[in-house]
Structure formats: structure tokens, C-alpha cells
């Protein structure tokens, strides 16, 4: 064998545990970066997946029933009053409210053609 053979074995011999030890932490390292790979490849596929399978639109008839079912079976009645009355006036409210920001809109477009022609009259 050659010298530089000979060095080489004997350096193996001596430091075997610092070398063992490193090819251990290199091995697992790999595995672990290999397990966060696949996990990841997974996870993004099945995800997609999942998020292509949600429904994008629930009919407002199903989400009314599931809330009551969830409303009965969990007795929130007790704690929280609210009545279909008390919708109602919160509806009525809200219709008028948007009538009357109508109204000031039209005055404000009758204002602004005013000053309009009043400005091309004093020229």
C-alpha cells in the first residue's frame, strides 16, 4: 500500500466515533429535510384539493336551517331574545335611511347644475 493509504487508514481508526457521529447527523439531517419535502408536496396538494372541494356559494334557505338547527341544539334562545320583530324594524330602518341619502344626492346634482348655468348667465 502507499504511504498516503496507510495515513488514511489510520486516521479512520483513530477518529471512527467523530466520523460515525457525523455521518449520523448528516444521514438523519436528510431524512428530516426529505420527510419537510414530501410533507410539503403532500400538504399543498391535498390543500388545493380541499379548497377546490369547499363550495364557493351556500343557498341562504340551507345556511337559515343549519343556524337554527345549531341555534335549538345548543339553547342559545335562552340567552340571546332576538325576534323575527325586531328584524323586521332593523330592515325598515335601514330602507329608509338609504331613501333619504338618495334624496340629498339629487339635491346636490340640482345644486350643482344651478351654479352651473347661473356662472355661464353673469359671464
Known amino acids: 500500500m502507499s504511504q ?15 466520523i460515525m457521529r ?5 444521514k438523519i439531517a436528510g431524512w428530516i429535510i426529505f420527510g419537510v419535502l414530501l410533507g410539503a408536496l403532500l400538504g399543498s ?4 384539493k380541499i379548497y377546490n372541494s369547499i363550495p364557493k356559494y351556500v ?12 341555534w335549538a341544539e345548543n339553547g342559545y334562545g335562552d340567552y340571546f331574545t332576538a325576534t323575527v320583530s325586531d328584524a323586521e324594524e332593523e330592515t ?11 334624496d340629498t344626492e ?3 346634482t340640482d345644486t350643482e347644475e344651478d351654479t352651473a348655468s347661473s356662472d355661464e348667465s353673469a359671464e
Open 22 to 26: 457525523k455521518q449520523k447527523r448528516a
Open 106 to 108: 339629487e339635491d346636490t
Open 59 to 70: 343557498e341562504a334557505e340551507k345556511l337559515g336551517a343549519f343556524v337554527n338547527e345549531v
Open 4 to 18: 498516503e493509504k496507510v495515513d488514511k487508514r489510520k486516521y479512520e481508526k483513530k477518529h471512527r466515533a467523530e
Open 92 to 102: 325598515d330602518d335601514t330602507t329608509d335611511t338609504e331613501e333619504d341619502t338618495s
Open 45 to 48: 396538494t391535498l390543500g388545493v
